[in-house]
């Protein structure tokens, strides 16, 4: 799959005022400063299309990108969301803003209807922490799709990215029985981007040419 254009729709202050569900939608979540939005450029090839900052808590609203993709063999042209969710954990604001934020996400993972599959972002350079595992099993109370992404890959060797990914697939372990589908990442090399994009692709298959039910 190809992306043949990206571009930036609307941030919302709430789910009730996200575009109309009309569209294979995924979103993108993880701990600030986490490289949530060198992530989407990679994918998207936009380096310019969410917004990155050195300082966490950047993004404080449910910013949609409409993108426009083309089969590789057919030539054949989706159009679906991309959205780009605030950070949880550490972020310089208010905890009442704090509060805000954590309430608008829950609601628009819990009734975002169109929602196809949720990329929780983790940090390829660091031990499991505890709200990380903490967010992915409220994933599994709810039963929401997701995938992880183990970002930031080129900051290690591969021998410890490997072993990293280990440690927390095995920490996830202890509460899941079956683990979820991961893929490790690096927006710096693109490393990540084909299997990402061809997930994708698969899930917007399922997705606009749904199977009859037997």
């Not at 054949?76 to 996400?105: C, E, F, N």
């Not at 991961?182 to 981007?193: I, L, Q």
Request: charged residues 25%; glycine residues 4%.
């Amino acid at each position: 799959m190809n992306i043949h254009s990206a571009t930036y729709l609307i941030s919302s202050p709430s789910v009730d005022k996200c575009p109309k569900p009309d569209k294979a939608e995924y979103a993108f979540i993880g701990r600030s400063n986490v490289g949530k939005s060198s992530l989407i450029n990679m994918i998207c090839n936009n380096q310019k299309l969410a917004k990155t900052s050195a300082s966490p808590g950047k993004t404080q609203m449910i910013n949609h990108f409409t993108i426009e993709s083309l089969d590789e063999k057919s030539n054949k042209k989706t159009d679906w969301y991309l959205v780009d969710l605030p950070g949880y954990g550490y972020a310089k604001v208010a905890q009442g803003q704090r509060k805000q934020w954590i309430k608008m996400i829950e609601n628009y993972i819990r009734k975002r209807e169109n929602l196809v599959n949720l990329f929780v972002l983790i940090d390829s350079r660091h031990k499991p922490q505890e709200i990380d595992l903490q967010f992915i099993n409220q994933l599994g109370e709810w039963e929401i799709p997701f995938t992880i992404v183990f970002t930031k890959a080129d900051k290690s060797t591969q021998k410890e990215v490997a072993a990293m990914v280990k440690t927390f697939l095995t920490a996830l372990g202890k509460t899941w029985q079956f683990l979820p589908q991961s893929f490790v990442s690096s927006a710096v090399k693109y490393r990540g981007r084909k299997e990402i994009l061809g997930f994708i692709a698969q899930c917007n298959k399922d997705y606009y040419n749904p199977k009859p039910e037997e």
